[in-house]
């Protein structure tokens, strides 16, 4: 017999709008999840099964791309990607400073340089800055689409185009967005997508997936995640284990059939937050062309660290992605940045602040933060 526990018991305790709230999701489609995870439990095949397959059938199709490779994680897609590409030590790879940890993790771990370029008002890295960070051993871009908002595709490609470079689009953020009509994980050589539990359409754990219009791409990547195996006996180079597996995959192929539902969901909810509090804070916006999804309804707020103590107070629950850029955490010590490399990122920094976004979000439990966000500038809390 299956023990359920009620949604609202798995909520961290003190919050009363949670940043999200994954169990009530769930529990919305749970029928759904059961039958397909019994699908597999059934099936007697775990790993690399039929499950997969039609997950990443699925996902390409999404992308509008011809292949896509279920991985372990979101940076194990990265890492593998980039050695699919072939990059290697004395490499240098392009990408923005305000991202999480593994965008410039799995370049280093490909015993490649992480070199940062300063980001736009748009908080997505700067076709400007981006092309002046080019040396003569830069092999490839990585842009990310951060917080969902598809970043400069077109002027990227051109520059990339122009340099001989690879794009290699951090997609972990931002699956379901478009720009000009056109799906983010369509524009790169490849594009890595996480299915971690904070993403739009994640994995009861870890996940990840490649997307690719690239045959050999595939066939590398389809190996590196398995051990470097052509065939079971048959180790073409060494590797490690990095698949998706099949229990996850089943359930996100249910999710995926939910995903356009969140997104409109997401995207009236951000809307809502921008009629409120536009006149209190910088909310985000969206460029000519963009679709953007809200994996993170992120505004920029003076006084942040007062606002988000304030709305903590009050039971709400807003965090920041991230406080401390890559350029500066200890792991890039030996980089040569420093406070002043990239005055974007740095303001950025100090004003970002992550509100609760979340499918099934209550237009109370909204108005919650909307009118504790108001009184907190009204009063100058
Ligand atoms: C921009 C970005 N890249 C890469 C990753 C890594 O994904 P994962 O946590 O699935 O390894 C994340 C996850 O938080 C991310 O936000």
């Given at each position: 017999?299956?023990?359920?526990?009620?949604?609202?018991?798995?909520?961290?305790?003190?919050?009363?709008?949670?940043?999200?709230?994954?169990?009530?999701q769930?529990?919305a489609i749970?029928?759904?999840?059961?039958?397909?995870?019994?699908?597999?439990?059934?099936?007697?095949?775990?790993?690399?099964?039929?499950?997969?397959?039609?997950?990443?059938?699925?996902?390409?199709?999404?992308?509008?791309?011809?292949?896509?490779?279920?991985?372990?994680?979101?940076?194990?897609?990265?890492?593998?990607?980039?050695?699919?590409?072939?990059?290697?030590?004395?490499?240098?790879?392009?990408?923005?400073?305000?991202?999480?940890?593994?965008?410039?993790?799995?370049?280093?771990?490909?015993?490649?340089?992480?070199?940062?370029?300063?980001?736009?008002?748009?908080?997505?890295?700067?076709?400007?800055?981006?092309?002046?960070?080019?040396?003569?051993?830069?092999?490839?871009?990585?842009?990310?689409?951060?917080?969902?908002?598809?970043?400069?595709?077109?002027?990227?490609?051109?520059?990339?185009?122009?340099?001989?470079?690879?794009?290699?689009?951090?997609?972990?953020?931002?699956?379901g967005?478009?720009?000009?009509?056109?799906?983010?994980?369509?524009?790169?050589?490849?594009?890595?997508?996480?299915?971690?539990?904070?993403?739009n359409l994640?994995?009861?754990?870890?996940?990840?997936?490649?997307?690719?219009?690239?045959?050999?791409?595939?066939?590398?990547?389809?190996?590196?995640?398995?051990?470097?195996?052509?065939?079971?006996?048959?180790?073409?180079?060494?590797?490690?284990?990095?698949?998706?597996?099949?229990?996850?995959?089943?359930?996100?192929?249910?999710q995926?059939?939910h995903l356009d539902q969140w997104t409109e969901e997401r995207r009236?909810?951000?809307?809502?937050?921008?009629?409120?509090?536009?006149?209190?804070?910088?909310?985000?916006?969206?460029?000519?062309?963009?679709?953007?999804v809200?994996?993170?309804?992120?505004?920029?707020?003076?006084?942040?660290?007062?606002?988000?103590?304030?709305?903590?107070?009050?039971?709400?629950?807003?965090?920041?992605?991230?406080?401390?850029?890559?350029?500066?955490?200890?792991?890039?010590?030996?980089?040569?940045?420093?406070?002043?490399?990239?005055?974007?990122?740095?303001?950025?920094?100090?004003?970002?602040?992550?509100?609760?976004?979340y499918p099934g979000?209550?237009?109370?439990?909204?108005?919650?933060?909307?009118?504790?966000?108001?009184?907190?500038?009204?009063?100058?809390?």
């Open positions: 017999m299956l023990v359920t526990t009620p949604p609202e018991l798995n909520r961290r305790p003190g919050f009363q709008v949670p940043y999200s709230d994954l169990a009530a769930a529990a749970k029928d759904e999840l059961m039958t397909a995870f019994e699908t597999v439990l059934d099936s007697g095949r775990y790993i690399l099964g039929p499950q997969v397959a039609a997950f990443e059938r699925e996902f390409a199709f999404c992308c509008n791309v011809g292949f896509a490779v279920g991985v372990g994680s979101g940076t194990c897609a990265l890492h593998l990607a980039l050695r699919g590409l072939g990059v290697r030590a004395g490499d240098e790879v392009i990408t923005a400073p305000n991202s999480f940890a593994a965008s410039a993790a799995a370049i280093a771990l490909v015993g490649a340089r992480p070199v940062f370029a300063d980001i736009g008002p748009d908080l997505n890295i700067d076709p400007e800055a981006l092309e002046m960070a080019i040396t003569p051993r830069t092999r490839g871009i990585i842009p990310i689409h951060f917080t969902g908002r598809p970043a400069r595709m077109p002027e990227i490609l051109e520059i990339a185009e122009r340099y001989n470079l690879f794009v290699l689009e951090d997609a972990a953020q931002a699956v967005a478009q720009l000009h009509g056109r799906p983010v994980g369509s524009w790169g050589r490849a594009a890595c997508f996480s299915m971690h539990p904070l993403k994640h994995a009861f754990g870890d996940g990840g997936i490649v997307t690719t219009r690239d045959s050999v791409l595939v066939q590398q990547l389809t190996r590196a995640r398995n051990h470097g195996l052509r065939t079971r006996d048959d180790c073409q180079f060494w590797s490690y284990n990095s698949r998706l597996d099949e229990v996850q995959a089943a359930l996100l192929r249910v995926l059939r009236r909810l951000a809307f809502r937050y921008n009629e409120h509090l536009a006149r209190h804070v910088e909310v985000p916006t969206e460029g000519v062309g963009e679709y953007c809200y994996q993170t309804y992120m505004i920029q707020a003076d006084r942040r660290d007062a606002l988000q103590r304030c709305l903590t107070d009050r039971g709400i629950e807003a965090l920041v992605h991230y406080p401390t850029p890559l350029h500066l955490q200890p792991a890039a010590g030996t980089l040569g940045y420093n406070a002043h490399s990239f005055p974007q990122t740095l303001r950025a920094a100090d004003r970002i602040l992550s509100l609760p976004l979000m209550t237009d109370a439990q909204q108005d919650q933060v909307i009118e504790s966000i108001e009184r907190f500038y009204r009063r100058g809390d």
